[in-house]
């Protein structure tokens, strides 16, 4: 069932609460500016196609950035980048790996969960991720947008953005 955008949302995972709301609602800086790139890029269109976004304007937040390619119509998705920072945040560099191979069950649940919205929708997410876990993150908040890539109606592909404040990640 799709995510009704226009209100917050809370979905209870094995190990988070997420919060869904639309992207451009983000109110974290970098989220904003993130997702006005992607707005910009794709004009009047539903989403832009992912060579209509100069890579040289998210050179800043290349760390903080996933982009995933929507397998079976959104059945998996294979992490086709994953910044360093995410990959601290997880314990696990999934670069080029499915999600359902993912080892963390939280962390394939709530992200499938997320991008099966996007694919499906074709519109981009504001998800805010409240913790409830010690391990890696501890009971902190993680947020980050989700916004689809493609040439048609249906996306292709997933480019995201997640922010983590210094103190959220361990050393």
Not at 13 to 37: I, M, W
Not at 60 to 70: F, P, T, V
Not at 85 to 107: C, E, Q, R, Y
Not at 146 to 155: A, E, T, V
Request: hydrophobic share 35%; proline share 6%; glycine share 8%.
């Amino acid at each position: 069932m799709p995510l009704y955008l226009g209100h917050v949302e809370t979905h209870q995972t094995v190990n988070r609460t997420v919060h869904y709301a639309k992207a451009e609602d983000a109110s974290h800086p970098e989220l904003a500016a993130f997702y006005a790139v992607w707005n910009a890029a794709r004009g009047a269109r539903p989403m832009p196609e992912r060579a209509d976004i100069d890579i040289r304007s998210l050179r800043k937040h290349l760390r903080r950035m996933q982009l995933y390619d929507i397998v079976d119509n959104g059945q998996d998705f294979r992490f086709r980048v994953s910044g360093s920072d995410v990959f601290v945040a997880n314990g696990i560099d999934m670069t080029g790996k499915l999600l359902s191979d993912h080892p963390n069950a939280g962390v394939r649940e709530r992200l499938s969960h997320v991008l099966q919205q996007v694919t499906l929708t074709g519109q981009p997410i504001h998800a805010r991720f409240e913790s409830l876990e010690a391990f890696p993150v501890q009971n902190k908040t993680v947020e980050s947008v989700y916004l689809p890539l493609g040439g048609g109606r249906r996306p292709t592909q997933i480019v995201g953005l997640t922010v983590f404040r210094r103190d959220q990640i361990r050393p």
